[in-house]
Structure formats: C-alpha cells, structure tokens
C-alpha cells in the first residue's frame, strides 16, 4: 500500500459520501463560474457598446447612483463640444421597457450631432431621417426574438413605431436594444430637453496622455459632471458594480461551505480509521506520510468536483443565455483563465480541508491510536 493507493481505496469504501462531497464541491465551483462569468460579461458587453459608436469618453451626473435615472440638461452638449480636444459630442438616453410580448428591452436614444448614428451596422432596412420621430431601428437578437422585419410596427409604452432597420450590434445589450432619435425617446418619456448622458470623441485618443489630459480639463470646467474614460466605464457603472459585488460575495459563500464539506468529511474518515492510521503509524509510516495521504484524499475529492463543477457551470450558463426573457442581455464571458484559476481556488480548499485532519491524526500516539475505536 502506497500514499495513492491508500486514499483511493478509501473513496472507493465509502463511494456515495465522497460522490455527495464532490457534487457539493462542483456546485460551489459552477456558481463561482456562473456567476463571475455572468458580471464579467456584462462590463465587457458595456465596454463593447460604448467601442462600436466611437465613443472615447462618457459624461454622466455626479454622484447619480445608476446612470439610466439621470436627468441633465441637453443644452450642454454645446458648451462641451467647445472644450480643446473635444471632437464631437453626441447626447443619449435610456430606459428599460416592457414590450407587449412580455420581452424586456432597452430603448436607446441619440443626438443626430457627431455622426454616431452611422456607426450603426445596417443589415435590413434603414436609418430613420434626422426629424424621424416614429421610427426606429432594433438590434439583430431582438429583431429575430420578436419575429420583426423592416417595415413592420412595434408598440412601445403604448405608441406605434415603424421599424426602419434591422443592425447586427457586438455588444449582447446594443443587439437586444430599440434605437431611436433622442426627440422620439425624450417625447415617449416625457423628458423634453433632459439627457442622461454624452458621449465624447476627442482628438488623438489613442494617446493615453492626451485623454488623460481632455479628461480633466473638461473635470474642472463642469464640476457637476463625471468624466469617464470608456474603457473604464464598467467599473463606475452601479449595476455592473452590484453584480461584480454579488458575484464575488457569492462565490466566497459557496466556497467556504465547500471548505466545510471537506472538512466535515475528512474529519469523519480519520475518527473511523483511528486504528488503521495507528497501524500505519506502528509499522513506520512517518507523521508526514500520514499526513500527505489524508492531504491527497481531499485534493481528489476537490478534483472530481472541480470536473463535475466546470462542466455543469459551463452546461448551465449555455442554457441560461437561451432564456427567453434573460438570454439576449446575458453575455457570459468565461475564458480558459478564469476556469484554471477556479479549479485552483477549489484544489487549494480540497488541500487546506485535510490539514486539520491530518494534523489531528499525528498528534495521538500509535498505541493511542490502536485503541481507538
């Protein structure tokens, strides 16, 4: 009997505990996946949106606790679009809604200034004129979901609107959005002259310093406003911010009960086997040895939840991004990474569990240990 052999054959004698510690393991594995996969999709569909108009910088209120519920004035998209280094500005607007199907969406609102609008791919249709205010164009996914081509009619908060066009979007969000002209969103919501929002281009964004230099020029000229550079834009953002927190919060739970599962399973592994290990330590198995072999037993335990748990998470996101209502905004962004170091995290707990075990069955004597029962 080697230290491999021994653990291995403890599993095998008690099959159905260590299956139900391992299934305890992958769960706590596959809601870490699920979860930080799902916040890290959704900064990344944020950051993806704001790169498809070209946008360099965004300018919301300060303090505004979610950037959708912010309401400023539209007249000042004219005395930024002034400052040194600002290019052009374009004012937006947004809102969730309930479509009459029962499908969430998010309606989007834009300034014609700038030139924005024609960052929009077009796959069907077409943009709607300058003073359209009752057409508007759908994201691909949403389109495709509410079986809606060009030319046919949408209810929104109950007005009609013409489809004008159809755009294939790169962001999960922007492909599961109703755009429209700011004065047809500001009119449906009854927030004449009210933004939420600008979107900045400036000269030379592809020098750090420079924006870094814009950024704070336009900081001290409206102190009401926050100045945030695009790639940085998730991490200001209170929803992603709430989920990021929710996901990690979560994770760590699921993780300490796994932590607690191995414990708890190991614990009760060595008090049956006092006398074997006593045995063991009788005929010259050092305290190391003994300790490797209980150490080992969790770190399979751990490795057989750590495959079931990669494979359910990854089964379960898939299934979850076909959800009627929840699919089209989840962008689940899981790369090799973030599965290796998952699988890391859940090997370190399997190992970190059978250290007090092990520990514990070195401290009593062999002859201690031979009495034991």
């Known amino acids: 009997m080697n230290a491999l052999t021994y653990p291995l054959r403890n599993l095998r004698n008690h099959r159905l505990r260590s299956a139900l510690t391992a299934a305890g393991i992958g769960a706590a594995l596959a809601s870490l996946l699920a979860l930080v996969g799902f916040s890290r999709g959704v900064d990344r569909a944020v950051v993806l949106s704001l790169q498809d108009r070209g946008t360099d910088i965004v300018a919301v209120k300060k303090g505004s606790v979610e950037i959708l519920t912010a309401v400023l004035d539209e007249r000042m998209a004219d005395k930024i679009r002034v400052v040194p280094g600002v290019v052009n500005v374009m004012s937006s607007m947004g809102d969730m809604v309930d479509l009459e199907t029962g499908e969430m969406a998010y309606m989007a609102g834009w300034s014609q200034e700038g030139g924005f609008w024609r960052t929009l791919p077009i796959t069907a249709g077409k943009l709607p004129e300058a003073d359209d205010t009752g057409s508007v164009v759908l994201g691909q996914t949403l389109a495709d979901v509410l079986g ?43 927030r004449e002259g009210k933004v939420s929002g600008f979107h900045l281009r400036i000269d030379h964004p592809e020098d750090p310093a420079r924006l870094e230099d814009v950024r704070k020029r336009l900081a001290e000229l409206f102190p009401d406003l926050t100045f945030i550079e ?22 760590t739970i699921a993780l300490v009960m796994a932590f607690v599962i191995i414990l708890n399973t190991l614990l009760m592994a060595v008090t049956e086997r ?20 209980i150490v080992l037993e969790g770190l399979l335990i751990a490795a057989a939840g750590a495959v079931l748990g990669v494979a359910v998470g990854l089964l379960g996101l898939k299934l979850m991004t076909r959800h009627p209502q929840l699919g089209g905004f989840l962008q689940p962004d899981v790369t090799f990474v973030l599965v290796q170091q ?23 004597r062999p002859m201690e240990l031979l009495r034991g029962e």
């Open 148 to 190: 809606k081509r060009p030319g046919d009619r949408i209810e929104l908060t109950g007005q009609q609107f013409r489809v004008a066009g159809i755009s294939k979007q790169a962001s999960v969000i922007d492909d599961r959005s109703i755009m429209m002209p700011l004065l047809a969103l500001q009119r449906l919501l009854a």
């Open 230 to 251: 695009s790639a940085e834009m998730a991490q200001h953002a209170a929803i992603t911010n709430l989920l990021r927190a929710m996901a990690w919060a979560s994770s």
């Open 274 to 293: 006092t006398r074997e290990i006593g045995l063991l330590s009788a005929i010259g198995w050092k305290p190391s040895r003994v300790i490797a072999t």
């Open 342 to 364: 998952a699988v890391l995290l859940v090997l370190a707990v399997g190992a970190l569990g059978g250290l007090y075990p092990a520990w514990r069955a070195t401290r009593m």
